[in-house]
């Protein structure tokens, strides 16, 4: 493992890269935040043993979403209060895509065009899961949005936990085992159906936004000829099979719901003017590979996925839909028979989770393992 971090890189090339392009706000703001996280300018805590009177200093976290240094206690507790959703029943993960042909355009219409994916994946699934020559039930799911592929390149699609059964009409549950309720192929032309829907609707009404290689979309016919090659393209969901078990699908949300470009531990090495990252080659079945850019190239890559500002990435739906959830659950899990996992970290601390995960117990003094008091904050100092 390399000790470069995402950070490094930023240190050494972004400067390099304003002199060439020119960030929103949000991934300025997301710039500076990787930069200054764990440096002091977002303040420190100072510890002091009350026995030997060793001070120990803790760096504050940037707490942006986008930073790598910032995800791995926000993803256990996220983890940790799904335990209270998931029942002993089978799950299943399917992923939306799109035609690459479309990236252009989403890339300049980011929150319509991201939305618009939300929509379409969850209309399929509740349109067909409510078909009775499929389930005929009313299911429950998380869509979490990804934008990047192995090389971080600009590809969006859609993350989705499927519970692979329901409530019918008459609050009875349904499932098929171990099966997969849905065809692909039926879930491919209806979400291709839905969402192209939504894009000309967005086209006719005059709010779709031309930026870069999608200025050439303005013109009817051109867009209409990009509409025709997606209709004539094959939208292929992928779907894996269902999850061994209500813990193994806690640890797989985990995978994917606070995951971002890519995180420390795929940086291989930095020189003056490149990066050389770990990729995964789909092509040559899912071997890992590494892959040099130069360090502008990577930066501009990692900043196309910062989100738009306060774009909600994680959305429940059907059973799991926040309105509804508590009486959904409870009446699934006294129908199937099975126990409720209870939330470990809710009532934690900070310092609690920290030795409860990970062993560390920022209250013992490392100097002569006495008692650390409660820290002190100092906040940095403003120009």
């Known amino acids: ?20 392009y020119t960030p929103s706000t949000m991934q300025s703001k997301t710039a500076t935040c990787i930069m200054n996280c764990k440096t002091g300018a977002y303040g420190v805590n ?16 940037c707490r942006n979403r986008c930073c790598p240094m910032c995800q791995a206690l926000p993803k256990e507790k996220w983890m940790d ?16 895509t799109v035609p690459d042909e479309l990236n252009p355009l989403i890339y300049s219409n980011q929150k319509l065009l991201y939305d618009a994916l939300y929509h379409a994946a969850s209309e399929t699934l509740d349109e067909l899961s409510m078909d009775s020559k499929h389930l005929g039930a009313k299911i ?36 098929k085992g171990d099966s997969f309720f849905l065809p692909v192929q039926v879930i491919s032309k209806k979400f291709r159906g839905k969402y192209m829907d939504q894009l000309k609707n967005l086209w006719k009404n005059n709010k779709l936004k031309f930026h870069g290689s999608s200025e050439k979309y303005r013109n009817n016919y051109v867009f209409q000829k990009l509409v025709n090659s997606c209709y004539a393209k094959e939208w292929i969901p992928h ?3 269902t999850f061994n078990g209500a813990q193994s699908v806690i640890k797989y949300l985990g995978k994917y719901t606070h995951r971002i470009a890519i995180s420390n531990h795929r940086i291989v090495s930095m020189d003056e003017n490149t990066v050389t990252f770990s990729v995964k080659d789909y092509h040559d079945e899912g071997k890992w590979k590494t892959l040099t850019l130069p360090g502008i190239e990577f930066i501009r890559r990692f900043l196309m996925h910062v989100p738009p500002k306060r774009f909600v990435r994680i959305r429940h739906y059907g059973l799991l839909s926040s309105r509804n ?28 989770m920290l030795k409860y995960l990970w062993k560390v117990d920022v209250c013992l003094c490392k100097s002569c393992g006495g008692h650390v008091i409660p820290h002190q904050r100092i906040l940095p100092m403003r120009n």
């Not at 209060?81 to 939306?96: G, I, S």
């Not at 699934?332 to 409720?340: D, I």
């Open 81 to 96: 209060l799904r335990r209270e959703d998931v029942l002993d029943a089978p799950y299943f993960h399917v992923v939306f």
């Open 46 to 61: 100072a510890n002091v043993c009350e026995d030997c009177g060793c001070i120990q200093v803790h760096y504050n976290s």
């Open 325 to 352: 959830k508590g009486k959904n659950i409870t009446l699934c899990r006294n129908l199937l028979g099975c126990q409720k996992y209870i939330s470990v970290l809710r009532d934690m601390t900070g310092p609690e």
């Open 239 to 241: 779907c894996k099979k």
């Open 1 to 20: 493992m390399s000790d470069v971090t995402v950070q490094d890189i930023f240190y050494r090339f972004y400067p390099r890269y304003l002199e060439k």
């Open 140 to 175: 429950g799911y998380i869509c979490i949005l990804h934008t990047w592929g192995s090389e971080m390149n600009y590809h969006p699609h859609i993350h989705t936990i499927v519970l692979g059964g329901g409530l019918d009409a008459k609050n009875h549950w349904k499932d």
